[in-house]
């Protein structure tokens, strides 16, 4: 079982910074590829940024590309997401998701674990 707890989240004007992080539970974490995802009000949850499980490999969506980085600490069982040049259509709950399979690229329906979330807002 691997419990995992965002932080970070808050509000800020357009164009600021954020930096969000996920602490997950339990001596496996290194053997998870790690995520965001993320669901505004009134859509579905997308996939925003994974990362392989040593951190080799990352995969962004095309709408935060250039602007949010992901980054892992194995040894602190601890992802983050830096996310700068931040717009009003970020607004939403940023979940952490944890997937077996490795692979920085996953969709919900691979996703073994989810956090329970941290709300960002963008003001314009």
């Known amino acids: 079982q691997v419990q995992l707890v965002e932080s970070g989240g808050g509000l800020v004007q357009a164009g600021g910074s954020l930096r969000l992080s996920c602490a997950a539970s339990?001596?496996?974490?290194?053997?998870?590829?790690m995520g965001w995802f993320r669901r505004a009000s009134g859509k579905e949850r997308e996939f925003v940024v994974g990362?392989?499980?040593?951190?080799?490999?990352?995969y962004y969506a095309n709408s935060v590309k250039g602007r949010f980085t992901i980054s892992r600490d194995n040894a602190k069982n601890t992802v983050y997401l830096q996310m700068n040049s931040l717009k009003p259509e970020d607004t939403a709950v940023y979940y952490c998701?944890?997937?077996?399979?490795?692979?920085?690229?996953?969709?919900?329906?691979?996703?073994?674990?989810w956090g329970k979330g941290t709300l960002v807002t963008i003001s314009s």
């Open positions: 339990g001596r496996t974490f290194s053997t998870y590829a």
């Open positions: 998701a944890a997937d077996s399979r490795g692979s920085a690229y996953f969709t919900s329906g691979t996703v073994d674990y």
């Open positions: 990362i392989s499980r040593r951190g080799s490999s990352t």
